[in-house]
């Protein structure tokens, strides 16, 4: 089935260290997507990117990085100048870059300790 | 810029009554509109979608949305809620400006459901 894998669904790191999320779709989707949700603040775009090799900054891009070196596969790098990246982390992706619903992963929990 | 506000955090039903989640949109032009619903721990499934046409939009689970542009408004309903719909709703938003799809969410309705 195609669809949207992130890993791992937990995830722990301690403080001052870079930890990076997978997320690899089989849709064959052009543009994917990372999104951080905190209860009460629904969800805010991290980074986005419309095609290979090409990514911009989102909302709250400070503290995050991320390569698109391959149409299937968006990993995030949260790294130690994030100040507070404890959080549910969200993959998704669209098949055209406008005016089409996204597909969402199952989430990655980063817990900071 | 394109915003999306859910005035209600939190709705308690009753198993069987009807259901009206709100969302109100900001946006300069016609918007496109979304409405998500995501259980604890878990990723975002579409319900139902509104691009353009007929105004009121059929989805999945029994779910339907009509949008109205005078109030600026997309609001979700039910006609009977049942125990499994208890879950996060998110409306969203997605300008058509020619670049990516960047959705803006709102920050959701948490719904439960008493038996």
């Known amino acids: 089935d195609g669809g949207i894998t992130q890993s791992p669904k937990y995830l722990f790191r301690k403080e001052g260290q870079n930890v990076t999320l997978s997320c690899e779709q089989n849709l064959n989707h052009d543009a994917m997507y990372w999104y951080r949700q905190d209860p009460g603040q629904g969800l805010r775009l991290i980074y986005y990117s419309q095609i290979v090799n090409d990514f911009q900054k989102g909302d709250i891009a400070e503290g995050y990085s991320v390569s698109r070196e391959k149409k299937e596969s968006f990993p995030l790098t949260v790294t130690s100048a994030q100040k507070n990246p404890t959080a549910f982390y969200l993959c998704?992706?669209?098949?055209?870059?406008?005016?089409?619903?996204?597909?969402f992963g199952q989430g990655t929990r980063l817990t900071v300790v | 810029a394109q915003s999306v506000t859910q005035p209600d955090i939190h709705i308690t039903v009753s198993e069987g009554a009807s259901l009206e989640l709100r969302c109100n949109y900001s946006?300069?032009?016609?918007?496109?509109l979304f409405w998500y619903v995501q259980s604890p721990g878990q990723g975002l499934q579409l319900l139902l979608k509104?691009?353009?046409?007929?105004?009121l939009v059929q989805g999945i689970k029994g779910f339907e949305a009509e949008f109205k542009r005078s109030q600026s408004s997309f609001n979700l309903r039910k006609p009977s809620v049942h125990w499994s719909d208890a879950a996060e709703y998110f409306c969203a938003v997605v300008g058509n400006t020619g670049t990516a799809s960047k959705l803006t969410f709102g920050t959701g309705t948490r719904l439960q459901v008493t038996l």
């Open positions: 998704a992706s669209t098949h055209k870059t406008v005016n089409t619903e996204a597909f």
């Open positions: 946006y300069g032009a016609t918007p496109y």
């Open positions: 509104y691009f353009s046409g007929d105004t």
